[in-house]
Structures are given as C-alpha cells and as structure tokens.
C-alpha cells in the first residue's frame, strides 16, 4: 500500500520550475524535495515544483496532472523495494499543449525562486565552453526570440519577460552531468541574451545565479516489466512512476541568488567548490559506465549488471577506477576513494535495475569530453599507462557500426550520429581512428595530434577488431599483470 506524503500539499506554493521532467528528475531532484518537505515544520513546507518538458512528454505531463500531479518512486535493490508518493509537483507546462510563452512566462512570475534543469548535455547548445552560436534551434531562436523553441532560447526569453515585469533576483541550477555545469549554464544564457539585448544580458549577470551541481542516482529507463512490477505492487498503472537504486547524492555550490530551499533536510549537502565532487564523479562513476556500456554492449551483454557479472568486465572496470581514473582526481579531503569504488561496483551489480549499455551509450559524443579527454590527457603528460581509457574510445568506434558481435543492433543514439554513420560506412581499421579523433567536438587538437595518443587509440582499436571487445579486454588485464 502507498504512504501520502507527509506533508500538507495545500501549503505548497509555485516557487521552484524544473524543465526537463523526465526519469532522472523524477527520481533525484524532486525526490530529494519530497524527503525535505516531509522533514520541514508544517509552516516552511511550502516549495512546490511547476514541471515542464519542452519537445516529447506532453501525455506524461498529461497523465501526471490526470494523478493530481502525484507519482511514485520505487528505490530497489537485492535486498528489497521502498516504496514512496512523491507530492512536491503543483502543474505542469508543455509548449504544444500551453502555448509557446507558458514557459518564459511563469519564470516571470515573482513568487519563483528557482529553476532546475535536466536538459541533457545536448540540451545546452555549448561549442568551447560557450553558446553554439551555428545550432539551428540557436540561430532560430535568436531570429524569432519571442517563440523560443530550444532549452537557452527559453531561459532568456523567460529572464527578458521577468526584468520586464521588475521582478528579480532568481537562481538558474544545472542538473546535468557536465563539469563546471553552473558556469557553462551562465556562458550559454549570457551569450544568447548579449546577441539579443545587451541590457539584458547585463541584468542577468547582476540578478541571476547559476551555481554549479553534482548529482548522483542510477535510474535506468522504465521498461514494460518494471511498469508492470510497479502496478503491481500499487494496484495500478503509474505513467509517471520510477524504479531506481536506493543511493542517492547532490552536491551542490551554496550560491543562490534567490531564497534556497534547505534541501540539506532531503540529503543534499552544500559546498563551496564543486570541481573535485564533479571529477570524483564523472571520471569513476560515468566514466566507468560508458567503459561498461560500450565495451560489454560491443560483447553482447544488454545490461550493466550483466556487465559486472563478467568476471572480465568487473575486474577491468575496477582497475579503470583505481588506476586510471582515481590518480588523475583533485584532492577532496576526507573522500575514501577506495571505498567509493567499493560502493560503485556494488551499484553496478544491482540486478533489480537492468541498466542498458544502449542507453548509457547513448550521446557518447557529449560524454568522452567530460568522462575521458582530461584524465588521458593527464596520462600522457606523466607517461603513466592508460589502456583501460583507450579502449572505452576504441569501443565507441566500434559501437558505430550499429551491431554487436553476435550481429544484434546497437542503436546510434548520438547529435553526430549522422557524421558517425558516415564515418562507420566509409572507414576501416587505422582510417577510421583518424576520422573519429579528427571529430572536434570530441577530441581537441591539443590532444588528437599528440602522437602517443593516436598510437594508444590504433593499439586498441586493432585489438577489438582482430580478437573482439571483450577478449581485447582480457588481454589487456592479463598483459598488464604479467
């Protein structure tokens, strides 16, 4: 049986937006506001969420206000299931069902304090740390402000309309997994708003906050069976309802603008420098994930607890971790991170989540920048070894061909898939290496013309191809403990 939230839902007023209502948000960043509000005095439980989605979504947002905006969060792992109602959702906003100026106009609104956002990397249209000025849906936007489409083309009209109406100061909180995600949010918004108006992009730098955030939470997509386990144990079907692991971590940069909910109640916690959490994470966590998501989905496993049921895989994992990945890290005092690897794997190999490679796969374009291009990078500065990196890129280059080993389809779900297809269609063996590392958008000149690097991605690369991805794998454990 569901509990009811332990809180008033009544009280709730529209001070927080969160555009991007997809799983993760569902599962993470309101979940840890549910936890808040239960723990808040009756009189300070009144942060209600607005929730929107920009392009697909309409009929989840739909089926959520046909729930009385109420969903359900199943946290699971081998040991059990817990259950909860998450409440803090007020209504929601869909452009193709509200109208194009809903969004920019309920950020105008002088009760909201804050906006989240769970975009996805693609979604904040960047080119060297800075707005993609050549993006269609950018150039579209920029022509047409007043009917923006993409996720900054919003932001801005909807900050245009809240300096029109004098209302002020706001936060802006990136979600998404992208180091420095604050202040790549604030290069976007700023960029966008100083080629539409000056003035308006002056107010924002003086009004409007973009700390950065780290966030934590495996939640893999729902599938027909897990929506089935959920109604099962509720009675019925829940459109919107998640299942996910039990763990969960938000750090985040306590550099508000506006009023701050005391999200430390529901397991936030609050730092001054958020680069070493975000490196921790994004170089062992993510990082390993893509090595799992591309190298065993290359072999034919469609799961990540899969993956670690592969001797090969979770002992090779491990060491992309603690050799590879934990050296190249910023100090964090106080941080196990032994033990944090310990934690990892053991989070991998939770059975009840059936994590697939080919959706951690997906966006790989977006994702080596942050996950892999530093750490080589430092590697090969100090001439310490780094297979275990070369062959998560090698993987990736195998990946494009779009089938497994055993002939089974993996999707290309990527913004370059098109250049990737091609790429795959038209190269082999060495040449397909040069191709992929001359992809800018992945691979900085600094680092693809560096000679011992384009030899460390051939090695690997010809190894997959010559014995297979995981017995390239195995190769390289064994040849490194020989």
């Known amino acids: 049986m569901t509990q009811i939230p332990a809180y008033d839902r009544s009280r709730l007023r529209p001070r927080w937006l969160h555009i991007g209502f997809g799983a993760f948000a569902r599962a993470h960043i309101l979940m840890v506001l549910h936890r808040t509000l239960a723990a808040l005095p009756d009189g300070e439980r009144d942060w209600g969420v607005t929730v929107a989605r920009l392009n697909s ?29 998450v409440g803090p959702v007020l209504g929601t906003l869909h452009p193709a069902r509200d109208g194009i100026g809903a969004i920019p106009d309920h950020i105008a609104r002088p009760e909201l304090d804050l906006v989240t956002l769970t975009i996805t990397e693609k979604g904040y249209s960047l080119k060297d740390g800075g707005l993609n000025r050549e993006d269609a849906a950018i150039k579209a936007d920029l022509a047409n402000p007043g009917e923006p489409r993409s996720a900054i ?26 180091m420095e995600n604050g202040h790549l949010t604030r290069a976007a918004v700023t960029d966008f708003a100083r080629l539409r108006d000056p003035d308006l992009a002056d107010w924002i730098e003086a009004n409007i906050g973009f700390p950065s955030s780290m966030v934590d939470r495996i939640v893999p997509a729902m599938t027909e069976a897990d929506h089935e386990r959920l109604a099962a144990r509720l009675g019925r079907r829940d459109d919107n309802g998640i299942v996910c692991e039990p763990f969960l971590q938000w750090v985040i940069e306590d550099r508000f603008a506006a009023a701050r909910p005391p999200l430390e109640l529901g397991g936030a916690q609050w730092t001054d420098e958020i680069q ?16 799992l998501a591309l190298l065993g989905g290359v072999s034919g496993h469609a799961t990540i607890d899969a993956c670690m049921g592969d001797a090969v895989f979770a002992k090779a994992v491990e060491r992309l971790m603690l050799e590879e990945a934990a050296p190249t890290l910023p ?95 038209g190269t082999e063996g060495q040449a397909r290496v040069e191709a992929m590392l001359d992809l800018r958008e992945v691979f900085p000149q ?31 454990l064994s040849e490194d403990t020989a």
């Not at 070493?276 to 090595?291: I, Q």
């Not at 994702?367 to 430092?378: E, G």
């Not at 993987?395 to 779900?413: Q, S, T």
């Not at 030899?455 to 195995?474: F, P």
Request: contains cysteine; aromatic residues 6%.
């Open 331 to 425: 100090p964090l005092p106080g941080a196990d991170i032994p033990g944090y690897a310990r934690q990892l794997l053991a989070r991998f190999s939770n059975s009840q989540l059936k994590h697939r490679t080919a959706q951690i796969a997906s966006d790989t374009s977006q994702k080596l920048p942050q996950r892999f291009v530093t750490s080589i990078a430092w590697h090969l500065d100090r001439g310490s070894p780094w297979p275990f990196s070369a062959l998560v890129l090698a993987g990736w280059m195998r990946w494009i061909d779009g089938v497994d080993e055993a002939g089974n389809e993996l999707p290309i779900n990527d913004p370059l898939a098109d250049r990737l297809r091609a790429i795959a269609a």
């Open 153 to 178: 083309g919003v932001l801005v009209e909807g900050l245009a309309r809240r300096k029109k109406a004098g209302h002020g100061a706001l936060t802006v909180l990136s979600c998404d997994n992208l």
């Open 276 to 291: 070493p959490w975000e490196a921790m994470k994004l170089r062992m966590l993510n990082g390993s994930h893509s090595f």
């Open 446 to 476: 600094s680092l693809a013309s560096r000679p011992e690097f384009r030899a460390g991605i051939e090695a690997a690369y010809e190894a997959i191809r010559a014995h297979g991805a995981r017995a390239a794998v195995a190769r390289t």
């Open 57 to 85: 979504g309409r009929s989840a947002l739909d089926a959520l206000e046909e729930a009385d905006c109420l969903y359900h969060v199943a946290e699971t792992d081998d040991s059990g299931v817990e259950l909860h109602a």
